[in-house]
């Protein structure tokens, strides 16, 4: 049994989970995740480590409200515990002076993208921070990023702050400057259109791959993706893979293999709270 | 005694009734059946069915008890040697062990002694364990951590349980680390409880635990602790049972599609998570009406019924070899057969085919033909040309093999691993490259059988046992 010792909101259906788990702590770097279970019934899923607490023996988690197990989630409060929690799963990235960096991060995202702006710049680099989301509200870390940031830029899908557009647009303008490596974590649409536009300047470029997983730990497939001509794992060959060769299309079809299955659980879910996010946190 | 020759068959439910549900399809004997049955053995002064089993149970002996009506002396006889009797009685492959080599076998049929096996666990559970008596015994048993010595053991499958428990009843103080959120390995996510039922693998890892073993779930070594990590934690011996869990795949066109799962998905979104209870488990799985498993193992054989059981309509094995090569246990064979599940033999899926929702429509296959013998003495198939045909389906189970898990020793150098990904070791003491380190089961030996696993585990206790005595 693992204790939540925070849960609350970060921006609307955003919320930041504190958990303790020292072991986990101790050992999580970068872009590494967990898989947890709230109970019995429950379903495992992966999420990011943003952020470590040693000192408290603690992770805190960021995650988006958007199907019956995040909601319920969102229900839990401090104090109250979850079942499984297993960790840390995947490869760390791979952190070093790489020199300029453009760092993007699309939607909840961003909070995958913090723990490798803290380690980036402690290595020395240069970090060039794009936060992309629909609108004004959704934002979150904005300051912490920023602060981190030698260049920071915002944009908004309805121009509701920052620049209006994709993340993409403003890529295509600072891709003139001489750029080491980009890191883009997002929606499947928004990595794929950012390798679009790196991949003919051949800038390196890495993305963080969201695929649907059981066990997280290699035993299973569901994660699956084609990367050239080989499939990967993305919970132990990944999360992160060179964004030139991964089968973007196929992982857009793979993501949405249980999605009636997911809608008739949160309908259930809906219906059993009258359609309301928890009101506790 | 009785010489007779026809033994009496598992009592069973009807094939219609039981794809309804996962309930298990055998009912076991009762004590008159399992009395009878005992009767035929003809306590062969050398009894060759002991060399047929891997722990070496004393058969005749075990049978002899419950010829008597003794049943608490028949398990204690079996539970010396074996310490999971009511899962071995159920999942081991009896008819290529002891039965295979029983001398009854060359006059009619062999003793079932997979049968009595799982009746006298099954009768001691009915009997003792509700009154505690059995358990609290060995509870009390005065050397439980008496040597005061740690040992760590990796996995929770049935090379780590077995290991375990033979260190514990030596006085070690064992800790089981296991990454999945329950015990049991292949026991709790492969094999579907209609074969081996939850409640049977609750107890048997309950009788572990009363042994004194402390088992930590959630834990993936490699990943939260390291081996080093584990000697530091002041653990002396350390046995590796991470078991066999990589899936294989055929690498071909159309593989990644929807609805294309590899078999321990599958069956661990049904066996593990439960979804076949879906929508109140929140694990979903997505099975359509026309399922086809690819292989021909237990593994296969489970996916197929398992889809039966979740609502198929159609249900084929595609295997390219024909059935006598099948290697999943005869009874599994038997029972999907009467299910109605259909085997297309000498055939070899080579391509999906997606329809617009990037779902699996259509195989498209070719027949196979049986030549010389290969390496592992199994006629070779081979493909008749121009013979490719279509298959409409809507789901696959990919069933061809599992590999030994990677992530541990990709994230130990120092451990040796061989061409097929098995973890090298000492072949008499199974210890590994490193000192104190030992490794059993499917790691070592690639998908095998529960019971090998078993052997293993309970060799390496052994080498460990002398390891520290030595130290
Ligand atoms: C569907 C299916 C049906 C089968 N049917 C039969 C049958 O009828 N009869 C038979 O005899 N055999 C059968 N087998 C084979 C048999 O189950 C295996 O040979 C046996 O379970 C191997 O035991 P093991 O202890 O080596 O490994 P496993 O049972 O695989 O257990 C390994 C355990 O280690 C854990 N683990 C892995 N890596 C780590 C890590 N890094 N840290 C912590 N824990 C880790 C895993 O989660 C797992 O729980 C079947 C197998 C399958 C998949
Ligand atoms: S070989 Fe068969 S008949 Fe002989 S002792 Fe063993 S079980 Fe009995
Ligand atoms: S989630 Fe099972 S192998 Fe990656």
Not at chain 1, 176 to 191: C, F, H, Q, R, S
Not at chain 1, 261 to 271: G, M, V
Not at chain 2, 161 to 175: I, K, N, S
Not at chain 2, 411 to 430: I, M, Q, R
Request: glycine residues 10%; neutral net charge; charged residues 25%.
């Amino acid at each position: 049994m693992f204790e939540i010792l925070v849960n609350r909101e970060l921006a609307p259906g955003i919320k930041l989970l504190e958990v303790k788990s020292p072991d986990i702590t101790k050992k999580v770097k970068p872009g590494q995740f967990i898989v947890l279970r709230i109970n019995e019934k429950g379903e495992r899923i992966p999420l990011t480590v943003a952020d470590k607490h040693p000192e408290r023996g603690s992770l805190d988690i960021i995650y988006q409200e958007v199907g019956k197990t995040t909601r319920e989630l969102g229900c839990l409060g401090k104090g109250e515990f979850l079942l499984d929690l297993v960790g840390p799963l995947g490869k760390p990235g791979e952190i070093a002076k790489y020199g300029t960096i453009i760092l993007i991060g699309g939607g909840v995202g961003i909070a995958t993208l913090f723990p490798y702006i803290k380690a980036f710049k402690k290595a020395g680099n240069k970090i060039i921070s794009i936060l992309g989301a629909r609108t004004k509200e959704l934002f979150f870390l904005e300051k912490e990023i920023e602060n981190l940031s030698d260049e920071f830029y915002i944009t908004t899908d309805d121009g509701s702050y920052g620049k209006k557009g994709f993340v993409t647009d403003l890529l295509k303008d600072l891709t003139e400057k001489k750029i080491d490596l980009v890191l883009a974590v997002g929606p499947l649409v928004m990595m794929k259109a950012v390798r679009q536009i790196t991949k003919p300047l051949k800038i390196l470029t890495w993305v963080s791959l969201n695929t649907i997983m059981l066990d997280g730990t290699g035993m299973c497939g569901s994660c699956r993706v084609t990367v050239g001509d080989e499939v990967k794992f993305a919970c132990v060959d990944g999360p992160e893979f060179q964004a030139d060769k991964v089968d973007f299309d196929e992982l857009i079809f793979r993501n949405q293999r249980f999605s009636k299955e997911e809608a008739i659980s949160l309908n259930i879910y809906n219906e059993k709270c009258g359609n309301k996010r928890c009101p506790k946190n | 005694m009785s010489k007779e020759l026809v033994r009496k068959s598992m009592p069973q439910r009807k094939a219609k009734e039981r794809i309804g549900d996962f309930q298990e399809v055998n009912l076991g004997y009762t004590e008159e059946q399992a009395i009878l049955e005992a009767k035929r053995c003809l306590q062969c002064k050398k009894p060759l069915c002991i060399k047929g089993c891997p722990v070496e149970i004393d058969i005749p002996k075990m049978i002899e008890y419950i010829a008597k009506g003794d049943f608490i002396g028949a398990i204690k006889n079996a539970k010396e040697k074996n310490a999971l009797p009511a899962i071995c009685g159920r999942v081991c492959p009896q008819e290529t062990q002891c039965e295979k080599l029983c001398i009854l076998k060359h006059k009619g049929q062999p003793v079932a002694i997979g049968n009595l096996e799982r009746f006298i666990a099954d009768w001691e559970a009915s009997h003792t364990t509700n009154s505690k008596e059995y358990n609290n015994k060995e509870q009390s048993e005065p050397n439980r951590g008496a040597k005061g010595i740690k040992i760590a053991v990796i996995g929770s499958g049935p090379a780590g349980l077995t290991c375990a428990a033979d260190l514990a009843r030596m006085g070690y103080e064992v800790t089981i680390f296991e990454s999945l959120s329950e015990p049991g390995g292949v026991l709790r996510y492969g094999i579907p409880p209609f074969r081996l039922s939850r409640g049977v693998v609750d107890r048997e890892i309950e009788y572990i635990k009363n042994l004194g073993v402390d088992i930590k779930v959630n834990m993936l070594i490699g990943q939260i602790k390291s081996l080093n990590n584990l000697f530091a934690e002041d653990y002396k011996s350390i046995f590796i049972g991470t078991g066999a869990g990589l899936p294989r795949f055929m690498n071909i066109p159309g593989e990644n599609l929807n609805n294309v799962y590899s078999a321990n998905e599958f069956l661990t979104r049904i066996n593990l998570m439960k979804a076949f209870k879906f929508p109140e488990y929140d694990t979903p799985i997505a099975c359509g009406k026309k399922v086809a498993a690819i292989g021909a193992g237990n593994v296969a054989i489970d996916s197929a019924r398992c889809a039966l059981r979740l609502g198929a309509q159609e249900v084929s094995i595609i295997y390219r070899r024909s059935e006598q090569e099948m290697p999943a246990r005869d009874e599994e064979i038997l029972h999907a057969k009467e299910e109605g599940v259909k085997l297309f033999l000498l055939t070899l899926p080579v391509e999906y085919y997606s329809d617009e929702k990037g779902c699996v429509k259509k195989a498209r296959c070719i027949k196979m033909e049986l030549g010389e013998p290969d390496g592992s003495g199994r006629r070779r198939p081979i493909p008749i040309e121009n013979s490719d045909f279509e298959m409409d389906i809507d789901t696959v189970v990919v069933a061809i093999g599992q590999s030994p898990n990677p992530l541990l020793l990709h994230s130990t150098p120092e451990l040796k691993v061989a061409k097929y990904g098995n973890l090298v070791v000492d072949e008499e003491s199974l210890e590994t490259g490193i000192k104190g380190v030992f490794a059993g089961g499917d790691i070592i030996s690639g998908a095998a059988t529960v019971i090998e696993a078993m052997g293993a585990g309970k060799r390496a206790a052994s080498s460990i046992d002398n390891f520290l005595a030595k130290k």
